[in-house]
């Protein structure tokens, strides 16, 4: 596993984030709770109400997702779910603080739990062995992989298999590399609470003779609705699924400003003249039309299938469904500086009713980041060199 500084893919280490900076980032982490959802009038719809038993404070937080090169490790790879605090958005600025009191975090194999969960990496031809843990859990999982085509015992949804991880077992599912491209995976037992409490993540397939970009990064977007993570960790609040009325959006697990934070958060740092690609995941329940500022893109992948060179196109935006999967490149051939990338349904870019936040995230150009008005973003993200 290698975390970098940026979002998930990147290859610039810390050492090159200060020397770029000259140390820009001033401030520390901030306690922080979660924003209140004012519609909470439905009542519990289903069996899983399992809580907490322990207070969220003695919950570990989350980190940022990591890459797991699967090759590199033999082709297997364990996932365990880890009950956690998850620090959306942790300063008192620009709407926060925002936190979760309890997520249900993956896991890889020694790794820190993260939302999403960790990017499994592998090639086209490899088959995969996902093992998951559920050794020290509390509650039934299973895990499906969208996308590759395998057996139907390895599909992971427990009332067409038969198959689900109980508390206190393993379970080990083989997963074809079959399809080439950005695919998604996810718990699917109890699926509209699991997805919700943070189990999910992206399964990266390159295709053989793959020849990466410049500059490479992993992005998923996520609506949520604060009262379920709060209910689950033991507050007095009620929620239904289908009473849903999100009121955080994130990036990579983060709101703005928290998604330019270089090491937990995800900002797209680039140099004059990189080929960027981006992979967008929506692991959320409602469709989110990205856009990026001062910045042309054609959409190359979709769902596991490259688009031909006679139906892409520039644009700007692109509209991503849930659980939909878009890669897009572009060149960074703008004049140096930072440029946001967002949700353009904008109500969607806000952190409770302070508006810019939320589903935001941006472009850094590496000749922007000494500059004052960067400075200050790293200070409202709360960063601490």
Known sequence: MSKYVGAPGSTMSRREFLAATGGAGLLGLA??????NGDANAAIDDGDTTTASASSSALPYTSAPEVVQVDEQGGSVTLKNTPARHA?????TMGGPIEFPQVWAFQADDGKPSVPGPILRTTEGNDVEVTLDNTQGMRPHTVHFHGVQKAWEDDG???????????????????PANVPGTHFYHCHYQTHRHIDMGMFGIFRVDPKGYEPADKEYFMTVKDWDS???????????????????????????????????PEDGSPIIVEQGDQ???????????????????HRFQLVEKDGGVIPDAARYER??????????????FTADADPGIYLMHCHKVNHVMN???????????VVYKEAMKTDIFSKLMEYAGYDA
């Not at 306690?31 to 209140?36: E, I, L, R």
């Not at 198959?163 to 379970?171: F, L, N, S, T």
């Not at 960027?276 to 001062?294: K, L």
């Not at 700007?316 to 490149?329: F, G, K, Q, W």
């Open 352 to 362: 409770g009713n302070f508006y810019p936040g939320g589903m935001l995230n941006g």
């Open 276 to 294: 960027v690609r981006v992979h967008y995941v929506n692991a959320g329940y409602m469709s989110h039309p990205m856009h990026i500022h001062n």
């Open 316 to 329: 700007d935006v692109t509209n991503i469904a849930p659980a939909e999967r878009h890669t897009v490149e």
């Open 31 to 36: 306690g922080c709770t979660a924003p209140t």
């Open 227 to 261: 009262r379920l993570p709060r209910q689950m960790a033991g507050e007095d609040v009620t929620y239904s699924p289908r009473n849903r009325n999100p009121d955080v959006f994130t990036v990579n697990g983060k709101s703005a400003p928290r998604t330019l934070h």
């Open 157 to 175: 949804v427990p009332t067409t298999t038969g198959i689900r991880v109980d508390p206190g077992e393993k379970h080990t599912y083989t997963i």
């Open 88 to 92: 959306v958005h942790p300063q008192e």
